[in-house]
C-alpha cells in the first residue's frame, strides 16, 4: 500500500468499479481503437478530420514500458522511468537515445551527416531549458536524419521532403502541414533560442522586428560574412583592397521582416507534455499569423526584391480554383474542428451533379457512388464552372454535398503571387467606420451596394459569406440588382452593411 500511496498521483481517476462512463470522457490516451473494442464503445457520428502527426510518429505501446523517462501526466511532477531496467539521471535519457542509434543503426553515414549538421544549426538547453524532456530534442535533430542526403534548402526552409522513417499516424493532430515539414526555419525550438517566435511587424506594434534569426541565418546558417569566388577563397575590393561582405546591417533588417507572424501550433495529444497548465507545442512547424507578419515590400541581397520572379496576383487567371494544379487539402465534415480552436473560413457549397468541381473533389465509388473525399487533390486539368462558380472571383474553402447527401468540406491551397503595396487607380473600401484605399484589379473587398433612397444603407451581395471580389465583380453585382456600389464619404464614412457579414469584419467595395 505504501507503494500506491507513492504512485496514485500517477494514475487519472476514472470512476469506481462498475460505474457506467462515456468513452468520449476518457482521458485522450485511453481513447483508442483497442480500447473501444474492448469496451464495446460504438461511434455515434459519422464526423471526421484530417490528422497527422510528427515525422515517424507512432502511437505509444504500454506493453514496451518507458525504459527512458518522459513526460505523460500532463502535471508538473518529475517523469518516471522503470528503475528496475536500468537508474539515470532524469536529464540524460535524450543522450542515452542518441548514442545508442548513433552506435548501432545501420545507416551509419545517414547519422553522420545528421550530426554534423546539428553542429551547424544548433540550439541548447543553456538557452531553451527542458533538460528533462526528450521528445522536442528528438523532433528537431530528426530535421538533420531526413535531409542528411538532401538539398540545404530542405534543412532551411518549409520543405516537403520523404519521412524518415516511414510515416505512421496515430491518434495525432489535425494537419496543417505535411508530416514531414519540420525544418530548422519553422521549428519551435529554434523559434525560441533564436527569439523569432511571435516576433512581429512594425505596422502591428509600431517597434522594428526581432533581427536575431535574420543576422545568425545569413552569418551561421548559410552564406557566412564574406563573398567567396567558386573555389572557396575571399573576394576581394579591387580597389579598397578590403574584403567584399555579403550582406550590411540593412539587409539584417529588411530579413527580419520576413521572419515575422511565426507563432507555435495548437498543443495536441499523442506528445510528450510536462504540464497542462500551458498551452505549448514545440514539436509541430510553426504557423503564420498573417496579421502579426509584415507586408509590405521586402528587399533581398544585391538591390533585389523578395519576391522577384513570382507573378502578380494581380495578372492571374481568372477563377484560378478551377485551373489544372490547382490544391485542395481536405477539412472534415465540418466547419469546425471539434477540441481544437480552429474554424475554416465560409465555403461556397458545390452540390449540382453537373459541377465538374463537385464530382472531382467527391471522388465518388463506382459502386456505392459515395464520396471518397481523397485527403489532398491537385486538379489534372482544366475544370469548366457551373452555376455560383462562374460568378466567384477567389474561395479558401468549398462544401461539397455528395449523391448521397454526404457532406465534405475542402481548403484551396492559392498559388503564390505578389501584391503590390503601391498600385494605380486605388478606391476606396469601409469597414465599420474606416476607409481604406484598396487595389481594384484584386479580389480584395465585399460588394455593398446602395440604393439612392437611403445612402449609408448597404446591402451584401455575396455567394457566400464573407466573400472577396474585384472592384468590377462588386459593380456589375448592384447593377443587376438595381443598386450602385456605396461610396462613403471621408468626414461620415459610416455605412451599414446587411447580409454576407461584412459589417464591422471586412471592407467591402
Not at 36 to 58: I, N, P, Q
Not at 142 to 148: K, L, Q, R, T, Y
Not at 316 to 331: D, I, Q
Amino acid at each position: 500500500m505504501s507503494r500506491w500511496g507513492s504512485k496514485k498521483k500517477y494514475f487519472e481517476y476514472i470512476g469506481r468499479l462498475g460505474d457506467n462512463a462515456e468513452f468520449t470522457e476518457l482521458p485522450a490516451g485511453l481513447q483508442t481503437d483497442a480500447m473501444a473494442s474492448v469496451v464495446g464503445a460504438t461511434r455515434s457520428s459519422d464526423a471526421y478530420f484530417e490528422v497527422c502527426g510528427s515525422l515517424g510518429e507512432v502511437a505509444n505501446d504500454p506493453s514496451i514500458g518507458h525504459r527512458y523517462s518522459m513526460f505523460v501526466y500532463g502535471n508538473e511532477d518529475e517523469p518516471t522511468r522503470e528503475p528496475d531496467r536500468q537508474t539515470y539521471d532524469l536529464t540524460h535519457g535524450k543522450q542515452m537515445v542518441w548514442t545508442s542509434i548513433a552506435l548501432n543503426a545501420d545507416d551509419q553515414l545517414r547519422q553522420r551527416v545528421a550530426w554534423a549538421l546539428a553542429q551547424i544549426y544548433v540550439i541548447a538547453e543553456d538557452g531553451l531549458g527542458r533538460t528533462m524532456e526528450h521528445e522536442v530534442w528528438f523532433r528537431y535533430y530528426d530535421i538533420f536524419v531526413s535531409n542528411a542526403f538532401g538539398n540545404l534548402r530542405d534543412v532551411l526552409q518549409e520543405a516537403r521532403t520523404r519521412p524518415y522513417p516511414p510515416f505512421a499516424p496515430s491518434s495525432l493532430q489535425f494537419c496543417r502541414h505535411e508530416p514531414s515539414a519540420l525544418t530548422v526555419t519553422y521549428s519551435p525550438m529554434m523559434g525560441t533560442y533564436l527569439t523569432y517566435q511571435d516576433s512581429e511587424s512594425h505596422a502591428k506594434t509600431g517597434d522594428y522586428p526581432d533581427e536575431n534569426y535574420a543576422r545568425e541565418f545569413m552569418q551561421l546558417f548559410s552564406i557566412g560574412l564574406y563573398k567567396l569566388h567558386l573555389d572557396g577563397t575571399i573576394i576581394f575590393d579591387e580597389a579598397s583592397g578590403k574584403r567584399l561582405e555579403t550582406y550590411s546591417n540593412q539587409d539584417i533588417m529588411e530579413f527580419a521582416k520576413v521572419f515575422t507572424g511565426f507563432v507555435e501550433q495548437s498543443t495536441r495529444a499523442n506528445v510528450e507534455r510536462p504540464t497542462v497548465a500551458v498551452n505549448e507545442n514545440n514539436i509541430d512547424p510553426m504557423r503564420i499569423r498573417p496579421a502579426s507578419h509584415d507586408a509590405f515590400p521586402k528587399m533581398g541581397l544585391d538591390g533585389k526584391h523578395i519576391g522577384d520572379g513570382v507573378p502578380l496576383c494581380e495578372e492571374m487567371p481568372a477563377r484560378a480554383f478551377l485551373r489544372k494544379g490547382a490544391v485542395y487539402k481536405f477539412w472534415g465534415t465540418s466547419v469546425a474542428r471539434p477540441n481544437a480552436n480552429e474554424r475554416l473560413d465560409p465555403p461556397l457549397e458545390v452540390s449540382s451533379r453537373t459541377s465538374a468541381l463537385r464530382n472531382t473533389l467527391c471522388d465518388a465509388h463506382p459502386e456505392t457512388n459515395a464520396c471518397r473525399f481523397p485527403r489532398k487533390l491537385v486538379l489534372p486539368d482544366h475544370l469548366t464552372c457551373q452555376g455560383n462558380e462562374c460568378v466567384v472571383d477567389k474561395l479558401s474553402s468549398v462544401k461539397v454535398v455528395g449523391p448521397n447527401g454526404e457532406v465534405g468540406f475542402y481548403e484551396h491551397v492559392p498559388m503564390p503571387c505578389v501584391r503590390l503595396s503601391f498600385f494605380q487607380g486605388g478606391v476606396k473600401v469601409q469597414e465599420s467606420n474606416a476607409l481604406l484605399c484598396a487595389n481594384p484589379n484584386l479580389a480584395a473587398a465585399g460588394t455593398s451596394c446602395c440604393g439612392f433612397w437611403v445612402p449609408n444603407q448597404a446591402t451584401g451581395r455575396c455567394m457566400f459569406d464573407e466573400e472577396l471580389v474585384s472592384y468590377r465583380t462588386a459593380n456589375f453585382r448592384c447593377l443587376v440588382n438595381g443598386q450602385a456600389i456605396c461610396n462613403p464619404k471621408e468626414e461620415d464614412p459610416a455605412i451599414k452593411v446587411s447580409g454576407c457579414e461584412y459589417n464591422a469584419r471586412l471592407f467591402s467595395w
